[in-house]
């Protein structure tokens, strides 16, 4: 069974300050995304990750990939107020599941002045 | 190009009453999805469609939840009866063609209150 594991949870970061939010999973898998959800809204794909070793980057974010360690990170640098919302990693199940997304439980990030 | 489309927004019901949950996918898109997400946790999926076929719902609590997605466009969710524990927000996605490397798109879901 395909598991999901964000860490950490809750994230509370002062502007300017880098940081990394992880995302480790169970078994294997080739593609896993990253999403973002404010309060109240649905959820805003930020990026898709498709093979070992990949690396994309939007402004202050960029997400990794690393299958044969099954982990992602997405590191957010010169954090500013804007990126707080909750950050979700989502694994697609392998083989006959593959439209079936598990989700980590989120990371909620909070960029303090 | 338009989002997925969800109504309601919010509902408030009781326990035991029924609702339903209607979701538009983006145009062409072949497959859809039905996620849970209660509070604190990330969306889990209930059931996914390609076209007007169920392709998974081991998930899906068969005995008081229904879907279906009748000319393989428009859906519809329902709960009947309704337990406080499907307190949650039901979210609506959909993507082109096979799920394979397709990228799903989120509609704003439909906040559901059980008192």
């Known amino acids: 069974e395909l598991k999901v594991e964000q860490n950490p949870l809750f994230l509370s970061m002062q502007e300017g300050k880098n940081y990394t939010i992880y995302c480790n999973y169970s078994?294997?898998?080739?593609?896993l995304y990253w999403y973002r959800q404010d309060p109240g809204k649905s959820l805003e794909s930020l990026f898709v990750?498709?093979?070992?070793?990949a690396v994309k980057q939007e402004g202050r974010l960029m997400a990794s990939l690393d299958t044969k360690a099954r982990l992602s990170t997405l590191h957010i640098t010169a954090a500013v107020h804007d990126l707080s919302a909750t950050y979700f990693c989502?694994?697609?199940?392998?083989?006959?599941?593959?439209?079936?997304?598990?989700f980590g439980k989120g990371t909620k990030l909070s960029v303090k002045p | 190009e338009a989002g997925v489309a969800q109504s309601p927004r919010y509902k408030i019901i009781e326990k035991r009453q029924s609702v339903a949950f209607w979701c538009n996918p983006i145009?062409?898109?072949?497959?859809l999805y039905w996620y849970q997400q209660i509070l604190g946790q990330g969306p889990k999926l209930l059931i996914q469609?390609?076209?007007?076929?169920?392709?998974?719902d081991s998930q899906l609590p068969k005995d008081r939840f229904s879907a279906e997605r009748l000319k393989g466009v428009d859906s519809t969710l329902k709960i009947q009866p309704a337990k406080l524990e499907d307190s949650a927000v039901y979210l609506c996605?959909?993507?082109?063609?096979?799920?394979?490397?397709?990228?799903?798109?989120f509609g704003p879901g439909t906040r559901l209150t059980v008192l």
């Open positions: 996605a959909s993507s082109f063609g096979t799920p394979s490397y397709n990228e799903q798109f």
């Open positions: 078994t294997t898998s080739d593609r």
């Open positions: 990750l498709l093979s070992n070793g």
């Open positions: 989502a694994v697609a199940g392998y083989g006959g599941s593959q439209g079936n997304l598990i």
């Open positions: 145009s062409g898109h072949a497959t």
């Open positions: 469609f390609q076209n007007n076929g169920v392709v998974d």
